[in-house]
């Protein structure tokens, strides 16, 4: 059985897209391949990855990618997490179920690292349950 492909897209790819992927090829197992863009490529963010590490799921070697990069490929689900990459979405045919799901962006919180890590677990925890919620009945 072929694997069901998800794309996730948020303005920048540094945060919450980085952090579904993640979550989704760690949780959903051999039957999902998930992947993510954003409308404009910056940079994985670090604490995106710091949180993802402290439940054992490394994306340290992601990298920000546009959508650009994924153009002619096919993807069932095509899941926008922030307003912006919504409606900056192109319009997908086919089979691909399109959907907006956001999520508070972390990277927007100020204060050192200390203040601003419980928010980066609480959206990574979120999307977490999110996930699961969604995809994982289809696993």
């Given at each position: 059985m072929p694997r069901k492909k998800?794309?996730?897209l948020c303005t920048h790819n540094s945060c919450r897209?980085?952090?579904a992927e993640g979550l989704a090829n760690h949780l959903l197992g051999a039957?999902?391949?998930a992947h993510s863009a954003?409308?404009?490529a910056t940079r994985?963010?670090?604490l995106a990855i710091k949180v993802l590490a402290e439940i054992g799921i490394d994306i340290s070697g992601h990298r920000s990618k546009t959508l650009d990069e994924f153009d002619g490929e096919s993807f069932d689900y095509v899941v926008t997490l922030c307003g912006d990459a919504n409606e900056k979405c192109p319009l997908y045919i086919g089979s691909t179920q399109r959907s907006h799901?956001?999520?508070d962006d972390p990277s927007r919180c100020v204060g050192s690292e200390e203040e601003v890590l419980p928010q980066y677990r609480r959206v990574r925890d979120e999307i977490k349950s999110w996930v699961l919620q969604c995809?994982?009945?289809n696993a």
């Open positions: 998800i794309l996730f897209s980085q952090m039957g999902f391949e954003g409308t404009e994985v963010n670090p799901h956001g999520f995809f994982g009945g």
